[in-house]
């Protein structure tokens, strides 16, 4: 229940940056947005919302397996999608990142699909699994060093005025986002791997997903949905300079 | 590794502008662009514009170059009047101002 909390703010949070996110795509038509919002989106209120329709009304049901790898499926799409989002905005002109991000997105599209194909019984964790949680991992984990390795340089280029410090906040918050979903992820993996699945994670375990929660939908909810009062700590936004 | 295009359109008619060769006009903008944390691979052509504007007049002075706020403001003209905005609409700071834009 504890647990349920964080998950429960990363779902809203997810469905409304999500959301906007979308929109904003269906006018600009740019990679980037669209990204992000399947990132949002799949990974937060889309693959929580079929994972849990699954554990609430299909639970010991044949339609269990399908709901289990189907709520899987989208969040691996939602991963590869972080991973994308990072090759395509941070490492564009780099041929290892677009390596990377093609690596993790077909291994985990293979996967996720795959599991439609071989049904996992949802108690089960075989090697597949330990790969796609490794991968996950490896995708949010590397969006978030990105992010916060880009803030690094653009929090100095705002201090002499040559960047936005908003867009630069954004960075961060977006950094802190993946790595409080990174951590989180890391322990749900390894109480996971340590309990077997379907076990009741223990207390503490709760207790740190539920915060990693709280605070990637705060950091994400202030990146993309900044209210107006902390927009204001930032003062008026620097002329255009490409941020 | 391959310059950005905002950054091949400002050293080519830097070199067009003034007495600096080809390497000289390179290099002092590398260095300008360094100063603020930029590099030459990456910067849009917004950003190259705000250097051209506010950091790449000393620079010139000190090499000596004559007229240079004029030279500045024509560098600036050409680089704002150019078919990059593409590329600029993908820096990571052009994308996040657009995901945070309401």
């Known amino acids: ?21 979308l929109a904003l795509w269906c006018r600009t038509r740019q ?12 990974i937060g209120p889309l ?19 399908l709901f289990h790898a189907a709520g899987l499926a989208i969040q691996g799409v ?38 439609f194909v071989v049904l996992t019984p949802a108690g089960e964790f075989a090697l597949r699994n330990h790969v796609s949680m490794s991968l996950k991992i490896l995708a949010i984990g590397w969006g978030a060093f ?23 906040a954004s960075f961060l918050m977006w950094g802190i986002g993946l790595a409080s979903g990174t951590l989180g992820l890391a322990v749900v993996y390894a109480t996971i791997a340590w309990i077997g699945p379907g076990a009741v994670l223990s207390p503490p375990s709760q207790l740190f997903i539920s915060c990693f929660g709280v605070v990637a939908a705060a950091a994400f909810y202030l990146g993309f949905l900044p209210p107006r009062a902390y927009r204001r700590r930032f003062g008026a936004r620097a002329p255009a300079a490409g941020g | 590794m391959a310059n950005s295009p905002a950054f091949e359109l400002a050293a080519a008619e830097l070199e067009r502008l003034t007495d600096l060769d080809r390497l000289e006009s390179r290099g002092t903008l590398r260095l300008a662009l360094k100063e603020v944390l930029f590099e030459s691979r990456s ?9 051209v504007e506010r950091i790449l007049p000393r620079a010139l002075a000190a090499r000596g170059v004559g007229d240079h706020d004029s030279i500045c403001e024509r560098l600036a003209i050409a680089l704002k009047s150019s078919d990059l905005s593409s590329s600029a609409a993908q820096s990571p700071d052009a994308v996040f101002d657009r995901l945070i834009r309401r």
């Open chain 1, 1 to 21: 229940m504890l647990a349920l909390f964080g998950i429960g703010c990363f779902f809203v949070v997810g469905l409304l940056v999500g959301v906007r996110l």
């Open chain 1, 31 to 42: 990679l980037p947005e669209l990204l992000a919002a399947v990132a949002m989106l799949g």
């Open chain 1, 47 to 65: 693959g929580t919302c079929v994972l849990g329709t699954g554990y609430l009304l299909f639970h010991d049901t044949s339609l269990m397996p």
């Open chain 1, 78 to 115: 939602g991963f590869s999608a972080i991973a994308c989002f990072a090759w395509r905005v941070f490492r564009p002109n780099d041929r290892w990142a677009v390596a990377l991000a093609a690596i993790i997105s077909l291994v985990l599209l293979v996967d996720g699909f795959g599991m």
């Open chain 1, 146 to 168: 990105e992010s916060l390795l880009y803030w690094r340089v653009s929090n100095r280029r705002a201090a002499i005025g040559f960047a936005d410090p908003l867009v630069s």
């Open chain 2, 43 to 51: 910067v849009d052509v917004a950003q190259m514009t705000k250097i």
